[in-house]
Structures are given as C-alpha cells and as structure tokens.
C-alpha cells in the first residue's frame, strides 16, 4: 500500500461525501419551520433558553468516560495478539493499566466524579 492508495482513498471518500450532499440538495426540498430551530434532546420540549449554563461536573465526567472507552480501544487489539507478543507486552500493559488507574485516583480524589 503506498502513497497512491492513499491519495485514491482521500479522493473517493470526497467524491462520495460531495456528491451524497449534492444529491440531497437536489432531490429533498428545503423547508424551514420554527421547529427546526429548537433544540431537540430527547424529544422532550424545552422550557425555557436553550442557552443556559451547565455544570462543569458533566463535562468533567463525560471526559472521564472517553478516557476510560479510549483504553478499551487500546486494549481490544492488544488481547487478541498478548500470546504472540509474550511477557513484555504483558508488563507494558500492566504499566498502561497502572497509569490509567492512578488517573482515576486522581480524578475520584478531586471529587469528577460525583454526580452533583
């Protein structure tokens, strides 16, 4: 796989998403109402501005919760090869894991993840 695959992959994958957006515009009619600029969440109606101060408690818990699905990323290729790649992929994944909890000490002892 060299630099041309590359460049014929980058090209097709905008063509694709071009000319998908190019379709849409010509084949679906445009219609605006007062509903399509609401906030939707859950389908539930807003009450109030939409526009409102949130707690920094969620944003903090939300990264808490790529940081932990993000090792999940790490670890699923990492299983499936730990017999192949013998004891140092095993102690480097023990060293990920141990850096990765101390992370959550951390995190619990700053109090991010307390729901309120």
């Keep these: 796989m060299g630099a041309g695959s590359i460049i014929a992959l980058a090209i097709a994958a905008v063509a694709f998403s071009g000319i998908a957006i190019l379709l849409s515009k010509v084949v679906l009619k445009a219609t605006t109402n007062k509903q399509k600029g609401e906030a939707y969440e859950c389908g539930v109606p807003t009450k109030g501005p939409s526009w409102i101060q949130f707690n920094t408690g ?18 699923f290729p990492w299983a499936v090869v730990v017999k192949k790649a013998g004891m140092f992929a095993l102690v480097q994944a023990i060293i990920f894991l141990f850096i990765l909890f101390l992370g959550f000490l951390y995190a619990h002892k700053k109090g991010a993840l307390k729901w309120q």
């Design 58 to 75: 969620y944003y903090l818990f939300a990264l808490i919760f790529l940081i932990f699905d993000v090792e999940l990323i790490f670890l």
